[in-house]
């Protein structure tokens, strides 16, 4: 990993997704159980979850990130419930029906094959379970779709990895999700090219 990624994108991704800050507050505070957060980043959604996230998993594959999301554990309540560790939502490292809830919070922008990680999400989910997302996604308007195409090359290396163009409920839909309260909208403090949401809770059957 280089400075840039290890160092300085992540103050620059907390600063960028202040807008959400009370969305990614009431997404995390649903998590319940047996919980797995993929892409946990510098663990900055750690302080969002309640008591009744009684066991807490994350993974990352930044390696850099990983000290930082380990310190912020240790400024939360009941520390001892977070659980981290180095790993690829790709190939997840947990059995079949483990977690109560997963968390999918701005990731599945960045990971290269989404579609294999929905399904270890799905795989790792219990029967019952729900996957909470909180993803920007590709626009339903034709115009903005148009823009985040003509951004997309030149955004995924700025944004390390990050897409603009992910049909990410259609991801999930694959996968074997159905929507609970999930849906998509338009965030009216993002900028258009990285506004559109789909936010809510998703049911593993």
Known sequence: MSLYEDKLFPVLLNWA???VYRDRQQLLAQATGRVLELGVGTG??????SPAATEIHGIEPASGLLAMARDSAQQCDAPERFHIQEGDAQLLPYPDQHFDTVIACLVFCTIPDPNQAAQE??????PGGHLLSLEHVLSERPWIQRLQKTLNPAWKPLACGCQLTRDTARIFQRAGFQ???ARQHRHPKLPAFAGELYQGRLLRP
């Open 121 to 126: 999400a799905f795989r790792v989910l219990k």
């Open 44 to 49: 900055a959604n750690f302080p969002f979850y």
């Open 179 to 181: 929507a609970d309260t």
């Open 17 to 19: 997704t202040r807008p």
